[in-house]
C-alpha cells in the first residue's frame, strides 16, 4: 500500500507510541509490496548512542545495497539521508502502534537530468531474523573481516577484468571490461576502464564525481556519493542478506582464498575467494540462473602503494572539455539543421551501411534497446512507418548497441522487418549525443537533421515527414 508523501502529517500520532515504546525501530523490516520500485529492505540497529539504517533498493538481478547511514532526528521523527552522489534521498522511518514501520522518502536528482520525484511511502512488516548455523556463522565471520579490511583500506591499487557472459540459444556474448583503480582514503578514487566502447576515466576527488571521456575531451559530473565510494559492495558484506556458506579453499592468483558462497534473493548465487592473509577480495562471481554470468578477478593488488595527487583531480576549463550532459540536453534544439555526423555501421548481417551512402532519401534513425520499455511500446510505430513509406525514398533503420545475438532474437520474435543496426562501441549513440532511449532522428534528403526527439512522438514525427514531402 503506498500513501501520498503529503498525507503523512496524519501519521504523527504515531511518535508518541513511538517514544514509549522500547526501541520499536530496531530489527529487520521487508516492504509489504513485493513489486515495489523504491526500497525492499530496511534494517536497523543501535550503536551506543546513534541509530543506524541499512537500506536494500529494488533491482534487477538481485536488490542494490544503499549501504548504511546513520539516522538524526528531525521534528522528532527518525530522519535518513542517503547520497548517491546522483540523487540524495530523505527517508522518514515513522512506526505505527499497530505493528507495521511506514517509511517515506523522496529523491532530489543531483545529475542535470531534470527529473523529478513526487515521492512515496510504503509499510514495512518486521522480519523475524534466521539465525546462522555453524557453517554460517564462519562464513559471515570471514565476511565481517573482509568488510572491516574494506573500510579501513590504505592507499591501494588494483587491476581488474570483469567478463559478463550471456547465453542465448546455442550462441554465447561475452564483454570483457578491463579497470585499474586507485584508492586513496577516505574517499578518493580514480578508475580508467576499457570495455571495448568508448575508453572512460572516473575520478572522484572527495567532493564531486567527474566521469571523463578523453577521446571526444568530454565530461559529466556529479556530487560524490557519500556511501558508494567504489567498494560499498565489500565494505557492507557483513550485512549480506541470504543464505551464506564456505564452499571451498582455492588459489588466486597466487594467494591463498577461502571461498564464501552467497545464495540471494531471485536465484541469483554469489560467490566471493576472499584472501586468507589480506581478507581482501580476489574474486567474485555472480550468477543469475538464467544463462547470465559475470566473473571479477582482481589480478594485481598493491597496498600502500602511492599514488600521485594529480590522479584524483580534474579540470575541465584546463582542458577546455565540455559537458556531455548539457550537450545531450541541447542537441533536440542544436541539431537542427546541421549536417548529420556520417557514420557506417554493420547491420545484423554483417553488412555495413553508410549514412552518406543514403544521401538523396530521407533517413529515420531510431535508437532502441531490448532492455528498454519505452522502446519496445514504439517499434510497432517504427515498424508501420518502414512499411508504409519504404516506396516513397524513406529508409528506416534501427540502431541498437546491445549484442547482436540479443538484437537478433528480438527483432526475429517480433516480426520486425527494418534494418537495425549494431552499435557495439556506441559511437553513433554519442556522435548524437543519445541521453535517453528511444531516441528519434530524422534526416532529409541532404543530410541535414530536420526532427530530433528524446521518446516517440508520433504525431511530431508524422508532421516533420509531411513537411519533408515524405507522408
Known sequence: MMIPVKLL?????????????????????VN???NTTGATQVTVRRDGGRMLAHVWGSCQPTDCDWGEAEAELWNGIPMVIWKHGFSTVRMQ???QPDGPLLLAYRS???DGSGRSDPGQAEFFARQVEQKDDASAAAARALLRLAAERYRTLPVAYFEVTATDSRAAGRTETRRVTRSKIYYSPPNKMRTETDDGREPSVVVADGTSEWRIYPAANEYTVQPQAKTNWGFVRYATLDQARGGLAIIAHERVEGAACTVVQLKRERGVTESFWIDDTSHLVRKSTLDVGTGSHSDVMYGVVRLDDAARPELFTYDPEAVHAKNRRMLAQAAPATWIGRQAADFTLPDLD???????????????LDFWG???GYCREALPGIEMLHRGLKDKGVVVLGVDSEAADVARDYVGKQGYTFRTLLDAKESV??????AGWPTTILIDREGKVAFYSEGY???KLRDALRDLGAW
Do not use: M, T
Request: aromatic share 10%; with cysteine; hydrophobic share 50%.
Open 9 to 29: 502529517p496524519i501519521f504523527l500520532p504515531a511518535l508518541l507510541w513511538a517514544q514509549a515504546a522500547s526501541d520499536p525501530l530496531a530489527g529487520s523490516w
Open 32 to 34: 509489504v509490496n513485493p
Open 93 to 95: 522511518l515513522i512506526p
Open 108 to 110: 532530489e536528482y543531483l
Open 350 to 364: 554483417g553488412r555495413e551501411v553508410k549514412l552518406g551512402d543514403l544521401r538523396g532519401k530521407v533517413v529515420l
Open 370 to 372: 531490448a532492455w528498454c
Open 429 to 434: 549513440v554519442n556522435q548524437f549525443h543519445i
Open 457 to 459: 512522438e508520433a504525431e
